[in-house]
C-alpha cells in the first residue's frame, strides 16, 4: 500500500515570507499528485491538481512541482488568509491523504 | 456545481449511519462522487466512490460496512455505513472526482460543506 508523508506536520511564519511544504509517497506515483487548503469548519478546496497545475481561481502565489515520490507545495508571499491545514493527496490509486501541515500566521 | 449534504447528526452505536448527497448544476454522467470523512481534529479519509454507471470502490480499510449508491433521476448519491461505532464519528464529506477530459489526473474540485456524524449512545 502507498503511504503518503507530509512535512513539517505544523509551521509558523510570517507574512510574505515564503513557505514550502513537502509530501512524500512510498513508490513512484508519477505526477498524480493533488493539493488542498483547509481552514477550521470549513472544506478543503483544491489548490494544486497533477503535481504543478494551478486550479481556476487560485491565486499565482500557490506553486506545485515533483513527481515520482517527492512532492512541494511553495507559498510564494503568505498571506493572512493562507492559515490552516494543506494536505497532499494521491490519485495512483485509490485517493489516499497525506496527514496535513498546519500552517500559522506569526 | 454545488453539493449539499444531509442526514442524521446522531447515530447509536451498533447502528446504521445514512447520508445524502444533493447535486445541483452538474451532470452526473462524467465524473466520481464521492465520500470522505474527517474525525475530530485528524486528517482525511477516504470512505468511496460511485461512478454514474454505478459502478463502486471503497476503501479497503471500511469496504465490508459501507456502500455508495446513485439516484441520477434525484441528481442525489449516498452513504450507508453499518455497524457503527465512535470511531466512525467524524464529519462527513461529500465531493466530486473530476479530471480535465477525463484524463488520467483525478482530483476532488467541489466538495459539500460537510455534516457532523456523532456516535453515541
Known amino acids: 500500500d502507498i503511504q503518503m508523508t507530509q512535512s513539517p506536520s505544523s509551521l509558523s511564519a510570517s507574512v510574505g515570507d515564503r513557505v514550502t511544504i513537502t509530501c512524500r509517497a512510498s513508490?513512484?506515483?508519477?505526477?498524480?499528485l493533488n493539493w488542498y487548503h483547509q481552514k477550521p469548519g470549513h472544506a478543503p478546496k483544491l489548490l494544486i491538481f497533477?503535481?504543478?497545475s494551478l486550479q481556476r481561481g487560485v491565486p499565482l502565489r500557490f506553486s506545485g512541482t515533483g513527481s515520482g515520490t517527492d512532492f512541494t507545495l511553495t507559498i510564494g508571499g503568505l498571506q493572512p488568509e493562507d492559515f490552516g491545514t494543506y494536505f497532499c493527496q494521491q490519485s495512483f490509486t485509490l485517493p489516499l491523504f497525506g496527514g496535513g501541515t498546519k500552517v500559522e500566521i506569526k | 456545481v454545488q453539493l449539499q449534504e444531509s442526514g442524521p447528526g446522531l447515530v447509536k452505536p451498533s447502528e446504521t449511519l445514512s447520508l445524502m448527497c444533493s447535486v445541483s448544476?452538474?451532470?452526473?454522467?462524467?465524473?466520481?462522487w464521492a465520500w470522505i470523512r474527517q474525525p475530530p481534529g485528524q486528517g482525511l479519509e477516504f470512505i468511496g466512490y460511485i461512478y454514474y454507471t454505478g459502478t463502486t470502490n471503497y476503501n479497503p480499510s471500511l469496504q465490508s460496512r459501507v456502500a455508495i449508491s446513485l439516484d441520477t433521476s434525484k441528481t442525489q448519491f449516498s452513504l450507508s455505513v453499518t455497524s457503527v461505532t465512535t470511531a466512525d464519528t467524524a464529519v462527513y464529506f461529500c465531493a466530486r472526482y473530476s479530471s480535465v477530459s477525463a484524463g488520467p489526473n483525478w482530483y476532488f474540485d467541489v466538495w459539500g460543506p460537510g455534516t457532523v456524524v456523532t456516535v453515541s449512545s
Open positions: 497533477a503535481a504543478s
Open positions: 448544476g452538474a451532470s452526473f454522467s462524467t465524473d466520481y
Open positions: 513508490q513512484n506515483i508519477a505526477d498524480y
